[in-house]
């Protein structure tokens, strides 16, 4: 009986010892313990930052809704999150593996989403929550009157409603998050906002590497063209006065825990 006693307690001391040593490496290098780091909420799950809106329009048998959103005119960027649900069935999407898809969903693809802008780009992932579909939209723009961009537009092939004056519907939206400023010299500057980083510059922009610095001493290398870190979610714009490079993150940033940004291996200033 000792015996077995002795055994187990060994056992429990060798389990101990093993937990004590992953939750020291854990936090050391993720600023998490063990337990929060494998079934904690994602450190990459800042959806609370974005805006609750409930904006949403029924056609047929269709119900779309523009459930949250996050925007900001510096970054020109949105991100948002819609769900569509159809009476009586499964809502028709073509999603790759990965989990991109077009902007298009619905029987025969009649249904679109888009950004009325002089330049835009979009991208689009989702899933199914049983039925419904959820979207994820990630999208840049460009416009001398940013007040057009201030709405997300829906389309219906089915009916003819596919013009931005003469649309589905319109889900407007409104700047809804704080966006930090960095120096890196005379002629260049960074926005970051949660959903992108944005380089501007009076000269020719040559971006390298960005990396994030947390005030907790901790970085996060957000762009890396070596690497190609961040290269699939990038938009460059050119005028007489200013040049441009967008990079929308993959996830949200909370920018309040943000000490500095290095451009080019470089530590910017605000």
């Not at 600023?31 to 994602?42: A, C, L």
Request: one cysteine or more; glycine letters at 8%; aromatic letters at 12%.
């Amino acid at each position: 009986m000792k015996r077995k006693y002795k055994k187990i307690v060994i056992i429990l001391s060798f389990v101990l010892i093993v937990t004590i040593g992953v939750n020291i490496f854990t936090y050391a290098y993720t600023g998490k313990n063990v337990w929060d780091f494998f079934w904690g909420d994602s450190p990459n799950d800042m959806m609370y930052l974005m805006e609750e809106y409930g904006q949403s329009v029924t056609i047929d048998e269709y119900t779309i809704t523009l459930d949250s959103a996050i925007f900001d005119d510096k970054t020109e960027c949105v991100y948002s999150m819609f769900r569509i649900s159809k009476e009586g069935g499964k809502v028709e999407a073509s999603i790759c593996k990965y989990g991109s898809m077009s902007n298009c969903f619905g029987e025969d693809m009649r249904f679109s989403l888009g950004i009325f802008a002089d330049t835009s780009s979009m991208g689009f992932t989702g899933e199914y929550d049983g039925e419904d579909l959820i979207m994820y939209g990630r999208n840049t723009y460009h416009c001398d009157e940013t007040e057009d961009t201030h709405a997300i537009y829906l389309f219906d092939g089915k009916t003819d409603k596919i013009r931005f004056e003469d649309c589905a519907a319109k889900f407007d939206l409104k700047p809804t998050v704080n966006t930090e400023e960095f120096s890196v010299n005379d002629t260049t500057g960074i926005y970051i906002s949660p959903i992108a980083v944005k380089i501007f510059s009076t000269e020719t922009i040559n971006t390298e590497s960005i990396e994030i610095l947390y005030k907790d001493g901790t970085k996060e290398e957000v762009v890396n063209v070596e690497k190609r870190i961040g290269l699939g979610s990038s938009s460059q714009s050119y005028t007489l006065s200013e040049n441009t490079e967008t990079y929308i993150f993959s996830d949200l940033k909370d920018i309040e825990q943000i000490e500095s940004i290095i451009y080019n291996g470089e530590k910017t200033v605000k």
